[in-house]
């Protein structure tokens, strides 16, 4: 609603309040007193005959008093004339249409005074560009005689005869910020398909900057200042390269009542294969492990208890590796750095929080489904009818009646040598295809210095 210097049709602005000092300046005057007459009555009222000096004196007392009073007046009335100049009503537009307003009114009274002529002010955003307030953003849009006025030089601008104001809606404006550069954690890439997995690229954290907003708290990635790169997971399967035929029998869940019988048929038969124990049952037959090694087999770790690790927490998940080393370590004086997952279960999560304990995970190419006790010839069938150069079969020592392994294991080893095969540890498998890294062939991993693992 118009308030005191609110813009008015043409022609009504004598009404108002503000246009009374010049009404009264004009009509008024000092007294009324009409300078023209004055002079005259004084000089017809005073008689000549009074004596020669005293009519003189008293006609240039008179002089003076009525050139006084012509000052008094001119004065009032100039200043009047001025009052009522300077305090005017002029017309101005406003979106094409005219209106009347006191010249010299701010724009930001005119604009107040006037409901911003009905725009609706702008949007205060957060970073993020989501509303926080309807109103938040500036008030009004404002061109002023051809020239774009910000908000805060409204005060400064004042209206005059034929001003021209153009006022459109209020533009948003987005909330304060503070800025800080962060880490950023580097991601995994892990391919699949293989079942030998190894990180073949460490990753390193990169660094951004990121804004939060004052009022939302949102927190929004500006700009990358170094890249992060990435932890990559390989998956190969064995190509042996060369002339030779190779393929490893693994045998999991040891070590058990049955580990001595199928060490001594591979010692007897001068075959190798590779054992992934469990730290929990190494600790209770600590030379069953040392055996293994000791007839030139590998060792390596099926982890602590034979959790499924997708199912454990970081510290659990690190821990189920790390024991399970530490009780094989323990029981044969070195370390293994290779696992084998329980289930082969090692996603992503697992990489990015325990890559850094081990060398590889290997999967297997050849199910004997053995745990299924099929009867041995099934499973030397299945070995012998699913090898190929570089495949890896899957066999058991432990963790239930072993006995059709222990039977079909001569079988298998004179079947696979009947067709050419040479059976050896998975190391020495990887050994035959130089696509693995010496240091993952050799168990000597060591995450690099400045290398981080992804979050997870
Ligand atoms: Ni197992």
Redesign the pocket.
Known sequence: MPRKTAARPNGASGARPGAKPHARAVQGGPSGAHPAKQPVRVRVARPAAVGQSAPRHRTSASGLRAALIAFGFLLVFGLGAGYAFFWRDVQVTVNGASTSVRIGTPLDSFLEDNGYFGVAPGHLLSIGGNVITEDGGTRATVTFDGRSVAADAWTSEHLGDGSSIEVGPGADVEEGHTEETVEVAPQIEKQAGGAIQFVSQWGRAGKKTVWTGEVSGEQVDREVLEPAQNMVVSSLNVHPEGEGKYIALTF??GPSGYTQRILDILAEKGAKATFFNLGSQVVGRPALAKAVLDGGNELAS?TNQ?MNLPDCDRDTLRSEISTSFDAIEAAVGSRPQMIRA?YGAFTDVEWARAGDLISCNVLWNIDTLDWKRPGAQAIVDGVLSGAYNGAIALMHDG?GNRDQDIEALPAIIDGLRAQGYELVTVSELMATDSRFPREVVEGAVKMPEGAVLPAA
Do not use: K, R, V
Request: charged share 35%; glycine share 16%; net charge negative.
């Open positions: 999991d869940d099926h034979h329980p963790g």
